[in-house]
C-alpha cells in the first residue's frame, strides 16, 4: 500500500510533536520498575477514558472505531499488575477534549492508532523486563499480529479527509500536546 498525500502530510506535521512526546515520555526508566510500568498505564487510562468517548462520538462509526478502543485493555492490565477496580475506577481523567466532528476525529485517532506502532517496541522492552507473555501487556500488544492491517486500513480511511486537512492536521497536534502534558505527571 502506498502511502496517501493526506497521511504524508500528517506525518511531516506531526513530526516535531512526536519528537517532543518521545522524548518528555521518557519510558524506558518509567517501565523499569513495575510501579513505574503501572503508574504509566494509569496514566494512560485516564487519557483514553476521556478521549476515547469524544472520538467516538465525533466520528459516529463504531463499525471502525469499536475495534480501536483501548481503555478496557488498561483496565485489565492494571488490574493484572494490582490495582482493585475502585481504584482505577477512581484514577484522574484528562479533560475531555472538543472535536467537532469526523476530520478532527481522524487526527485524534491518528495519534492513538499511530502509538500502537511505537509501542510495539516499548512491549517487547516490558516484556523483556518483567517477564511477561500477555497479561499485563495487553495495552502495548494492542492489535497484534493484526497492527499492520489496522493501520493500512486507518491510513486508507485518512486519506479520504484530504479536503479538511488543515482541520485534521490541527487535531493531530493538539492530541499529541495534550498527551504530551498528561502523561508528563506520574500518577
Ligand atoms: C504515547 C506515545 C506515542 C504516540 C502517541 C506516538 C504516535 C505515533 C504516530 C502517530 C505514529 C505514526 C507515524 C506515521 O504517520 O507513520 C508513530 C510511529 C512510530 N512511533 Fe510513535 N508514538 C508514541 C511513542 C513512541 C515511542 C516512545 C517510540 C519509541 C520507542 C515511538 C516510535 C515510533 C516508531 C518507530 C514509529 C514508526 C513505526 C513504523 O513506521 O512502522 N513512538 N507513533
Redo the contacts with the bound molecule.
Keep these: 500500500m502506498t502511502d496517501g498525500p493526506l497521511?504524508l502530510l500528517?506525518?511531516q506535521a506531526?513530526a516535531p510533536a512526536?519528537v517532543a512526546?518521545?522524548h518528555e515520555?521518557d519510558?524506558a526508566p518509567r517501565v523499569a520498575t513495575l510501579e513505574g510500568y503501572r503508574s504509566l498505564l494509569a496514566r494512560?487510562y485516564g487519557f483514553h477514558r476521556s478521549w476515547e468517548p469524544a472520538i467516538g462520538a465525533a466520528l459516529s462509526d463504531g463499525a471502525f472505531f469499536d475495534a480501536r478502543r483501548r481503555v478496557a485493555a488498561l483496565a485489565r492490565d492494571l488490574a493484572f499488575l494490582g490495582l482493585p477496580p475502585e481504584r482505577i475506577d477512581g484514577l484522574p481523567t484528562a479533560p475531555a477534549p472538543a472535536l467537532p466532528g469526523p476530520a478532527a476525529a481522524m487526527g485524534a485517532l491518528?495519534?492513538?492508532?499511530?502509538?500502537t506502532?511505537?509501542?510495539?517496541?516499548?512491549g517487547r522492552h516490558v516484556a523483556a523486563t518483567h517477564g511477561f507473555a500477555e497479561d499485563g501487556l495487553a495495552y502495548y500488544t494492542a492489535h497484534g499480529p493484526r497492527t499492520g492491517a489496522m493501520?493500512g486500513a486507518f491510513?486508507s480511511r485518512l486519506d479520504t479527509y484530504g479536503g479538511e486537512a488543515g482541520t485534521v492536521v490541527a487535531a493531530?497536534n493538539g492530541?499529541?500536546d495534550a498527551?504530551r502534558r498528561w502523561?508528563a505527571v506520574a500518577a
Excluded: D, P
Excluded at 110 to 115: D, I, K, N, T
Excluded at 117 to 122: A, F, N, Q, S
Design positions: 497521511h500528517l506525518r506531526t512526536h512526546l518521545e515520555l519510558w494512560l491518528y495519534v492513538l492508532e499511530g502509538s506502532l511505537g509501542g510495539k517496541v516499548i493501520w491510513r493531530a492530541t499529541f498527551m502523561l
